[in-house]
C-alpha cells in the first residue's frame, strides 16, 4: 500500500491513470451494484463531503472543531424550512444553505476563533449541543421541534425528478468530485500555503504578515459552508429532518473521517469515509460493538500510522520556492 501511495505521488502519470480509472468505475457502480448498495454509496458520498468539510478546518489549519454536526444541521434545517414554507427548489437551495451556513459560521465563531487546542474544541462541542437543543425546543415554531420537518420536495432538474438511488448516488458524488478538486486547487494556492503556515506555527506565520484571525475564520466558513450542501442533499433525500440526525455522536464520526484518512489528505478523506460508512454495513452482526470497534482502529492507526491512512505530503520550503521560481 505504501508503495503504491508513493507511486502515485511521484508519477503524474500514473497518478491520471488512476484517477480516470477510479472516475470509470465510479460511473459504472450503479450499473451493477444492488439499489441497498447504491444507496450506501449515496451515503459514503455524503460522509466523504462531510469530511472533506471538516478537513479544510481541522486538517488545513489545526482547529479542533467537535461540533461540525451543528453546521451540517444548520444547512439541512434551511433547506427544509425555506422548501416547506416558501417552496424553493431543493437544488436551488444549495447555494444559499451554503452561504446562510457559511454565516452562522463566522456569526458564531467570530468571539472564539482565538481559543487554541482544547479550549476551541470544547466550546464547539458545546455549539453543536446549543444547536441541537435549540432545534428540538422549536424556536418560533419554525424548526418542529423533536419531530423535526416532514414533506422536503425531491431535487428537480427541469421535468426530472431525481428519485431513485441511482439518481442521489450521481448527484451527490457529482459534488464530491467538484468539491474535492477545488479543495486540491485551494491545498496549492496563497491561501493554502498560509493555512499550513497557520497550522504549524501560528505565532510565526503572524510575525510573517498572515492575518491569522481572517485566514482562521475563512477555514471556519468555507467547511462550514461544504457542510450546508452535505445538509441540503441529506434533507433531499430523506425528505425530513430532525434533531436526532444531528447528535456529537455524528460530530465524532466526522472527526474520526479526518484522523483515519489524513489530515489535510483529500483522497485520505475518501479512505476514512470508506471505513466510517462501510464498516456498519459489512459487519451488521457486530453493531452493538460498532463504538468499541471504531475505538480501537482509531488507536491502532494512530500508533502504527500517527498521520493516517493516506497522510498528505505538504510542501516543503525547497517546493514552494522552486514552484514560485518556475512561474517567475
Known amino acids: 500500500m505504501r508503495e503504491i501511495i508513493a507511486g502515485l505521488r511521484n508519477d503524474p502519470r500514473a497518478r491520471r491513470i488512476a484517477v480516470g480509472i477510479a472516475l470509470a468505475l465510479m460511473v459504472a457502480f450503479p ?6 448498495w447504491v444507496d450506501v454509496a449515496f451515503y459514503l458520498g455524503l460522509y466523504t463531503l462531510l469530511g472533506l468539510s471538516l478537513n479544510v478546518i481541522l486538517g488545513e489549519v489545526g482547529l479542533f472543531n467537535l461540533g461540525h454536526a451543528a453546521f451540517w444541521a444548520f444547512g439541512a434545517y434551511t433547506t427544509a424550512i425555506l422548501n416547506t414554507r416558501f417552496d424553493i427548489p431543493t437544488l436551488a437551495l444549495i447555494p444559499i444553505s451554503a452561504l446562510a451556513t457559511a454565516g452562522f459560521a463566522w456569526l458564531v465563531t467570530s468571539p472564539i476563533i482565538h481559543l487554541r487546542g482544547d479550549y476551541l474544541c470544547i466550546v464547539t462541542i458545546a455549539l453543536g449541543e446549543i444547536v441541537r437543543l435549540a432545534l428540538n425546543n422549536d424556536p418560533g415554531g419554525i424548526t418542529g421541534g423533536p419531530n423535526g420537518i416532514f414533506g422536503i420536495d425531491r431535487p428537480r432538474i427541469g421535468g426530472l425528478v431525481i428519485n431513485t438511488p441511482t439518481e442521489f448516488y450521481f448527484l451527490v458524488w457529482i459534488i464530491v468530485v467538484i468539491c474535492a478538486w477545488a479543495l486540491l486547487r485551494l491545498q496549492n494556492s496563497r491561501i493554502g500555503r498560509a493555512w499550513n503556515y497557520i497550522r504549524e506555527d501560528e505565532l510565526a506565520a503572524e510575525c510573517m504578515g498572515v492575518d491569522v484571525r481572517a485566514f482562521k475564520l475563512l477555514a471556519f466558513t468555507l467547511g462550514a459552508a461544504l457542510a450546508g450542501v452535505a445538509g441540503n442533499l441529506y434533507a433531499a433525500k430523506m425528505m425530513v429532518v430532525s434533531p436526532e440526525s444531528f447528535t456529537f455522536m455524528e460530530s465524532c464520526l466526522v472527526f474520526m473521517i479526518v484522523l483515519l484518512g489524513g489530515m489535510g489528505s483529500v483522497p485520505g478523506t475518501l479512505l ?9 454495513e459489512l459487519f451488521r452482526p457486530l453493531a452493538r460493538y460498532r463504538m468499541l470497534i471504531f475505538g480501537i482502529a482509531l488507536v491502532a492507526v494512530m ?14 520550503f525547497r517546493s514552494v520556492i522552486g514552484r514560485e521560481a518556475g512561474k517567475a
Open 31 to 36: 450499473f451493477f451494484a444492488s439499489a441497498y
Open 272 to 280: 476514512g469515509a470508506l471505513v466510517v460508512s462501510l464498516f456498519p
Open 303 to 316: 500508533y502504527f500510522k500517527p498521520a493516517g491512512m493516506w497522510p498528505r505530503r505538504r510542501a516543503t
